[in-house]
């Protein structure tokens, strides 16, 4: 007896519809490796069908009130606390995700954003009017820009997609949204649920790989292209999008430094990064992976920190107990194998380093010391459930690691000395300094990094402006 698989569909137009030609993927549950649903695999004509829609519902929903906008939104986030519980499912078969840690850490965070930037479309604003030649007014216009072409990744895709069409759709603008082809559950199952709230076309949701997204990003219809993904996906899409002078957002790769002085409490220091670091298998641009100590509690520290890789449990999705679930594909459990399998002599595996269990592709929580800068492990992203440690001898030596990599997103300072936090947040090239903490995010505060890590923010209202235009109107007042 052979199981139906679950066929997704495309959401265009306010209508479910398969590819155009008919073509599929196959989606595989990455806690088990097995095959449980089918999506379209959407080429040039679905695409050509969403950014039409898109384009057409436009004028309209650029003309509704702020009011009008933020109504839809808070229906959108009553709508998905209501259906929590598929939305958890969903998201943990695409990812194998804990069940548990999803319903708790995931969906509210994405509920709260939804409503947070409900509110921001009530306060899309220029600055005041004023007359800065004689007998002249002149007047900002905030707008916005159009139709948005946007790419989600597999690490988080619920809530990746709900930072990408909140701002958007909350803007005026229209969105047509492509999941990632190993995570479309989840998105599908959104558009599902927003089909009731918002005019048909002001949503849009393709399936597809690589080639699809890079047809949205070519096509001449968005005005924006938005993606969260790899280093070389974003130089792809600004490549792309160069041709025709599109805007373009992209959060990108991330290598985060956490730099633990001598007077930071180790114990607390150990307990949160290793959650920050381990969380989600490390599939997170800001996962707390490079860790650099103060060589006088270095091995203290190292030792602490392999009792509790040690004691992190991955596991299936319906065990309590687990961090965290498997990588999201075979290919990523062969990337993260393949760091640890070529470190170099002077490294030392603390903890972990295998694969565990034959199903799935789950990887053991792993501590990595001995390394040194430019080590292949420490200046590239691994983005799996690997710690490393470094030691450094004075501020300036920690301040000289922590920047001497090509990533800026995200890092961390673990001192009492409130001074050296200071100079340190001050001096660190990153888009987001967290002192004495590691990973929490809000939706007032912006997200996003410099250097390879991209540009344009995400959540706040940095990231609410960024699907917005500015326009300058200048009136005679003599009539």
């Known amino acids: 007896m052979t199981t139906e698989l679950r066929r997704l569909r495309n959401y265009i137009g306010g209508e479910f519809k398969d590819a155009a030609d008919g073509r599929t993927t196959e989606v595989v549950n990455p806690a088990t490796g097995e095959v449980y649903a089918t999506a379209p695999l959407s080429g040039q004509a679905d695409v050509d069908a969403a950014m039409a829609a898109a384009a057409a519902a436009f004028p309209g929903w650029r003309d509704t009130t702020p009011a009008e906008r933020q109504k839809a939104l808070l229906k959108i986030a009553d709508a998905f606390e209501a259906r929590a519980d598929e939305l958890v499912a969903a998201e943990s078969e695409n990812t194998g995700k804990p069940l548990g840690l999803t319903a708790s850490e995931e969906l509210p965070p994405m509920v709260d954003q939804i409503r947070f930037f409900a509110g921001a479309a009530r306060l899309l604003e220029g600055r005041s009017a004023g007359e800065y030649m004689e007998g002249m007014t002149s007047i900002i216009r905030r707008e916005p820009v159009g139709v948005c072409a946007q790419v989600a990744p597999w690490n988080y895709p619920m809530m990746m997609a709900v930072w990408k069409f909140a701002p958007a759709i909350a803007a005026g603008n229209t969105v047509?949204?492509?999941?990632?082809d190993t995570t479309p559950a989840s998105t599908v199952l959104m558009a599902e649920i927003i089909d009731s709230v918002l005019p048909?076309?002001?949503?849009?949701?393709?399936?597809?790989?690589?080639?699809?997204?890079k047809a949205m990003v070519e096509h001449p219809t968005p005005a924006m292209a938005s993606i969260t993904g790899s280093v070389r996906a974003g130089m792809q899409v600004a490549e792309s999008?160069?041709?025709?002078?599109?805007?373009v957002h992209l959060e990108l790769g991330g290598k985060a430094p956490v730099v633990v002085f001598e007077?930071?409490?180790?114990?607390?220091?150990?307990?949160?990064?290793?959650?920050?670091?381990?969380?989600?298998?490390?599939q997170d641009c800001t996962a707390a992976t490079r860790v650099l100590v103060h060589e006088s509690i270095h091995d203290e520290f190292v030792a602490a920190l392999a009792k509790a890789a040690a004691d992190t449990k991955t596991g299936q999705p319906d065990d309590e107990d687990v961090l965290y679930g498997p990588l999201n594909n075979p290919n990523q459990l062969k990337q993260v194998a393949g760091f640890v399998e070529r470190l170099p002599a002077h490294a030392k595996v603390e903890a972990g380093g295998h694969q565990v269990g034959e199903k799935g592709y789950f990887y053991a929580p792993t501590v990595v010391s001995g390394l040194k800068q430019d080590d292949e492990i420490i200046q590239n992203e691994v983005f799996g459930p690997v710690i490393t440690v470094q030691s450094f001898a004075n501020e300036g030596q920690a301040l000289e690691y922590a920047n001497g990599?090509?990533?800026?997103?995200?890092?961390?300072?673990?001192?009492?000395?409130?001074?050296?936090?200071m100079r340190m947040s001050k001096n660190l090239d990153f888009g987001c300094v967290w002192i004495n903490t590691h990973i929490p995010l809000v939706a007032e505060m912006p997200h996003g990094g410099f250097k390879k890590s991209g540009y344009g923010k995400d959540l706040s209202a940095y990231g609410f402006e960024d699907y917005t235009r500015i326009k300058h109107v200048m009136t005679s007042l003599d009539g």
């Open 176 to 180: 047509v949204l492509k999941p990632s």
């Open 200 to 213: 048909k076309g002001v949503f849009n949701v393709i399936c597809g790989d690589r080639e699809t997204g």
């Open 241 to 247: 999008a160069s041709k025709d002078v599109k805007r």
């Open 263 to 282: 007077d930071a409490d180790i114990a607390k220091a150990v307990e949160d990064i290793a959650v920050a670091g381990y969380f989600n298998a490390g």
């Open 405 to 421: 990599v090509e990533f800026a997103l995200a890092s961390s300072v673990w001192t009492k000395d409130h001074g050296r936090a």
